[in-house]
C-alpha cells in the first residue's frame, strides 16, 4: 500500500543549530501536513501544503512541498528546547478498499542538547 | 471552544478482560480517527468514521477489536479479551469531513491502556 516515510527516525542536536526532517510519500499528495507531538503529549496540527513548491514560514519554521507533490520538508532554524518533540507528517493515501484516509509519516524525533 | 474528550486517561487492568475506551470530539466534527501509539513509536491508524459509518476498519489489528459510533459525536473503542500487546495509548483525533482530507486533525489526550 501507499506509504509516508520520513527520515532521520532521531535527531539529536545542540541547542542553537538547525535541524531538517524530510517526508517522502510513494504517491503524489494532494495535500501535506505537518503535526508536532511533545514528550507525553498528543500530535498538534502545525500547518497544510497544498500547492506544488509551496514554501511557508512560521517564525523560526520552514515548510516546503516538492515540486512533484511527493515530498516535503520541515526546517527549524536555531533550534530552542522548546522544539523538542516529535515531528510527524500526513498525507492522504488510498487504503486497499479504495478508500481514502490521512497516513502519517513514521516521524522524526528531535532531542536538543543544552 | 472545547476539544477532543477522551476517557479515561489511564486503564490499568488484567489480561483477557475487555475494554471500553471513550472519545467526545469537536462538536460539528463528522470524521473521527482512533490510533494507537505504542512507547516511542508513530501513529498506527485503526478506524475512521465519516458521520456514523466506518468505511474502513483495514486498520484494526484483529476480531478483537471493534468501534462504534452513534448519533455522529461519540465513539468507542472496545478490546475484547485483552492482550499485553495491547498496551499502549490510544489517541482519538477529530476533524471535519474527509473530502479530499484537508482538514487538520485535532487529538485528544488519548486513554494510556496498560495490561498486567
Known amino acids: 500500500g501507499q506509504q509516508v516515510m520520513q527520515i532521520p527516525q532521531y535527531q539529536h542536536v545542540q541547542e542553537g543549530e538547525d535541524f531538517t526532517t524530510y517526508c517522502n510519500s510513494s504517491?503524489?499528495?494532494?495535500?501535506i501536513q505537518w503535526y508536532k507531538q511533545r514528550p507525553g503529549g498528543h500530535p498538534v496540527f502545525l500547518i497544510q501544503?497544498?500547492?506544488?513548491?509551496e514554501v511557508k514560514k512560521q517564525k523560526r519554521l520552514t515548510f516546503q512541498f516538492g515540486e512533484a507533490k511527493k515530498n516535503s520538508s520541515l526546517h527549524i532554524t536555531a533550534t530552542q528546547t522548546t522544539d523538542v518533540g516529535t515531528y510527524f507528517c500526513a498525507g492522504p493515501t488510498v487504503s486497499n478498499f479504495g478508500n481514502e484516509k490521512l497516513t502519517f509519516g513514521t516521524g522524526t524525533r528531535l532531542t536538543i542538547i543544552p | 471552544g472545547a476539544g477532543v474528550s477522551q476517557s479515561p486517561s489511564n486503564k490499568v487492568t488484567e489480561k483477557g478482560k475487555d475494554v471500553e475506551l471513550r472519545c467526545d470530539p469537536i462538536s460539528g466534527h463528522t470524521a473521527l480517527y482512533w490510533y494507537r501509539q505504542s512507547l516511542g513509536q508513530g501513529l498506527e491508524f485503526l478506524i475512521y468514521f465519516q458521520g456514523n459509518s466506518a468505511p474502513d476498519k483495514s486498520g484494526l489489528p484483529s476480531d478483537r477489536f471493534s468501534a462504534e459510533r452513534t448519533g455522529g459525536s461519540v465513539s468507542t473503542l472496545t478490546i475484547q479479551r485483552t492482550q499485553q500487546e495491547d498496551s499502549a495509548v490510544y489517541l482519538c483525533a477529530s476533524s471535519y469531513g474527509t473530502g479530499r482530507l484537508n482538514q487538520p486533525q485535532h487529538f485528544g489526550d488519548g486513554t494510556r491502556l496498560s495490561i498486567l
Open positions: 504517491t503524489t499528495l494532494s495535500n
Open positions: 501544503l497544498v500547492k506544488s513548491g
